[in-house]
């Protein structure tokens, strides 16, 4: 009799061995199936950036094809006086030590001028697409021996210039050749110090006639973040040059 009671305690305490044994296996089978809780890094918890879709810097209108030339046709004696450089490099606020850039430079001739105002201590960027006209360029800084003056090989939407590298900018009879005009002026803008100004010569036209609408330039500047400040005229007998001054908004 005491054989039997102890035979089935023995295999109750068998079984219920075996029940917690199969428990604490389904208990770690179920955790070992969980998926780990996800770590963090540090870039995945900055906050994320907006895709907001910003409006098309695509533009609707002709423009002309870049000047390719002879570049002794900036060079005409009289245009110091027709375009009243010195009184422009007033306006723009140009002086000893300031940093200019000189967008669609060309032959160079602005930013001669640019260079010899700013002195030693300032510099000019001259910023062209023509690989030939910075060849020009370079040149023609060693001759006259201007060692301020930088020439960079910008596109058509970037000039490629410095962050917060300059004073004042100038677009001298340019911006009708430009086929990305707003993108330019946002990476112009970008390039721009604060309190700085930027100056767009042009004469009225078309857009494919070596010319634009002074309205459509200002349009233009504003959709890149840019408001007017001045405007002025250089009257010539054959037609009207502008020059409309922007800051940053």
């Given amino acids: 009799m005491g054989n039997s009671i102890a035979a089935l305690l023995l295999r109750k305490l068998l079984y219920l061995y075996l029940c917690v044994a199969l428990l604490s296996c389904a208990v770690a089978h179920q955790r070992a199936a969980k998926p780990a809780p996800a770590t963090t890094s540090p ?83 001259a910023v062209e697409i023509n690989k030939d006209f910075l060849k020009h360029i370079e040149k023609r800084t060693q001759a006259e021996n201007l060692v301020n003056i930088r020439t960079i090989l910008g596109t058509e939407d970037d000039p490629q210039l410095p962050p917060k590298s300059v004073d004042a900018v100038l677009l001298l009879k340019t911006y009708h050749e430009v086929t990305e005009p707003i993108r330019l002026l946002k990476k112009t803008r970008e390039a721009m110090r604060a309190g700085a100004l930027l100056g767009v010569i042009d004469r009225d036209g078309k857009g494919d006639d070596h010319g634009i609408d002074r309205d459509t330039v200002i349009e233009e500047a504003e959709r890149a973040g840019f408001r007017l400040v001045e405007q002025h005229d250089f009257v010539k007998p054959d037609n009207v040059d502008y020059f409309l001054v922007f800051r940053s908004r």
């Fill in 43 to 125: 870039a995945s918890s900055a906050a994320p950036q907006s895709t907001q879709q910003q409006p098309s810097d695509r533009i609707d209108r002709p423009t002309s094809d870049a000047y390719s030339g002879r570049l002794s046709i900036f060079e005409d004696p009289k245009r110091d006086e027709k375009l009243q450089i010195n009184r422009v490099m007033d306006i723009l606020g140009i002086k000893e030590g300031s940093s200019v850039a000189d967008i669609g430079a060309g032959s160079g001739w602005f930013s001669v001028r640019a260079a010899k105002r700013v002195g030693t201590g300032g510099t000019v960027y």
